[in-house]
């Protein structure tokens, strides 16, 4: 069954990452609250590719910033809807974001909402057979 995702990129420095990471757990919580099927977040680690153009630059993040990347999981869009006001009216929302000093800056953050173009059925979770079969020759 197709999902869909809220996808977001945003910088944070360095420094800030242990304070940010109690603001990112109670945020997870809140979404799974209302609705998300999965929540995740991820620092960035390997942000270049030649030819391409980095997090790092499209963000302006600075050498002392690093990437975080993350997606929240929905069973459709109208659940993604749903939940998206549940939270933003959610009194723990506000709180967390204006009395945790977490260096997190939502003017920096780019965010959207995404529907499927490719998404593996469960057939396709492993490797075809034929693969399979000649890696382990």
């Known amino acids: ?13 360095n420094d800030r990452l242990d304070d940010y990471m109690p603001l990112a757990e109670a945020v997870a919580e809140i979404w799974k609250e209302h609705g998300a099927l999965a929540y995740y977040e991820y620092t960035g680690d390997d942000m270049t590719l030649d030819g391409t153009r980095s997090f790092v630059d499209v963000l ?3 050498e002392n910033e690093t990437i975080v990347f993350g ?6 869009r109208d659940a993604r809807d749903l939940a998206n ?4 009216s959610d009194p723990r929302m506000e709180q967390l974001v204006t009395s945790v000093d977490s260096g997190f800056d939502p003017e ?3 965010y959207g909402g995404f529907k499927p173009l490719i998404q593996p059925s469960r057939s396709d979770a492993a ?6 079969q000649t890696l382990a020759m």
């Not at 069954?1 to 420095?13: L, T, V």
């Not at 997606?71 to 459709?76: A, H, I, L, P, R």
């Not at 006001?85 to 933003?88: A, L």
């Open 60 to 62: 302006s993040a600075s």
């Open 71 to 76: 997606w929240v999981v929905f069973e459709s």
């Open 1 to 13: 069954m197709p999902h869909y995702i809220d996808g977001f990129a945003f910088p944070i420095a």
């Open 127 to 132: 490797p075809p057979r034929r693969l399979t």
């Open 108 to 110: 920096r953050m780019a």
């Open 85 to 88: 006001e549940k939270v933003s």
